[in-house]
């Protein structure tokens, strides 16, 4: 079986969730560089495995024509730059989310890969985890009928350490733009309609004695599609009991839901109750396999040549929707999504 030659940019914590599956789980793929700025933790985490290890230069593998692909895990802020340079490189892309804070940017990299004739999938994990894409099938199926309210719920078990706001690109981290993102993916994901209007409320409730962090921590936002169908989305960063992860899809033949993933389903009926178990707690712990399946799925679309299943205008329409959420949140009024769409697309 030939591998495909993959470069991975940025050594963080997903880009090392990233560079585990490719190393243990994605025998399609051979890892053969890692750049990052910093990359002394990564080597140092790296080097007790086995696996390659990073140096700062990202453009050596850009060059490598025995590289096919770059994965790309750097801060937000950098990704549409990296796009643009690897499909001048004529490398195929996978690029984490959020595509990028700035829109002009991202209309310039979807350029940058249409004329380069590269694949770009975003992500956008969510999409490959078995629970929402079954909910998905039954949209499909029509099983649910006509889709007329999602419901989603988005809780993070931890809120972002100060770090997340003074990295590159930090000034533009916001929980609607990185976090949310996903959400506002999903919705989209799990209608067949488009976003036309965005209502959003942002509180700084988790935070609020932090002088230092101004941002909204807690928000509720609504959807409304161009068939009139509605999604009603709750995201926090910080959930004490797990990773909380759940969603409803109402139609009119009925209703699919996506429950929290726990370690076992046992449970516990004695005089004190009934007792369960938390959801569970990390992102890898909940999406391991969906980070590792939608990597699989990249290469294998690279390598038979077939339409990724998250792309370039995925990202962008995610992107805007959140731009109309924190615009919604800071007006207090309904935005359009025509309102913020780039010219031309």
Not at 228 to 242: E, K, M, P, R, T
Request: aromatic fraction near 8%; glycine fraction near 6%.
């Amino acid at each position: 079986m030939k591998k495909t030659v993959i470069g991975v940019i940025g050594a963080g914590a997903v880009g090392r969730v990233h560079i585990d599956n490719i190393m243990t789980a994605i025998p399609q793929a051979h890892l053969k560089y890692v750049s990052d700025a910093y990359p002394e933790k990564y080597n140092a985490w790296a080097s007790d495995l086995g696996y390659p290890l990073a140096t700062t230069d990202h453009t050596t593998m850009l060059k490598d024509p025995e590289v096919e692909a770059v994965v790309i895990c750097a801060p937000a802020a950098l990704h549409g730059d990296l796009i643009i340079e690897a499909a001048e490189h004529g490398k195929h892309i996978f690029c984490e989310k959020p595509f990028d804070y700035d829109l002009d940017k991202i209309v310039k990299a979807m350029a940058a890969v249409e004329k380069a004739g590269v694949k770009l999938q975003i992500g956008f994990n969510r999409r490959f985890d078995k629970n929402f894409a079954k909910a998905r099938t039954l949209v499909d199926s029509g099983e649910i009928g006509d889709v007329h309210v999602i419901k989603i719920t988005s809780r993070d078990p931890i809120p972002p350490a100060i770090e997340y706001f003074t990295a590159p690109g930090g000034e533009h981290c916001s929980i609607y733009t990185d976090t949310t993102i996903h959400d506002f993916d999903m919705a989209r994901f799990l209608n067949n309609s488009e976003v036309v209007e965005v209502f959003a409320y942002g509180s700084k409730l988790i935070n609020k004695d932090n002088p230092i962090i101004t941002r909204a921590d807690t928000i509720a936002v609504t959807l409304k599609f161009a068939d009139n169908s509605l999604c009603v989305i709750d995201n926090s960063w910080q959930a004490v009991y797990g990773y909380d992860q759940r969603a409803e899809v109402f139609g009119t033949q009925g209703t699919a839901t996506v429950e929290n993933d726990v370690f076992t389903q046992t449970t516990l009926h004695s005089a004190k109750g009934i007792i369960g178990e938390k959801p569970l707690v990390t992102i890898k712990d909940r999406y391991g396999a969906a980070y590792a399946e939608e990597v699989r799925q990249f290469i294998f679309s690279v390598q038979q040549d077939t339409p990724v299943k998250a792309t370039g205008l995925d990202g962008l329409l995610a992107m805007v929707i959140a731009k109309a959420a924190v615009k919604s949140a800071d007006e207090g009024r309904i935005v359009k999504i025509s309102e913020i769409m780039p010219e031309g697309v």
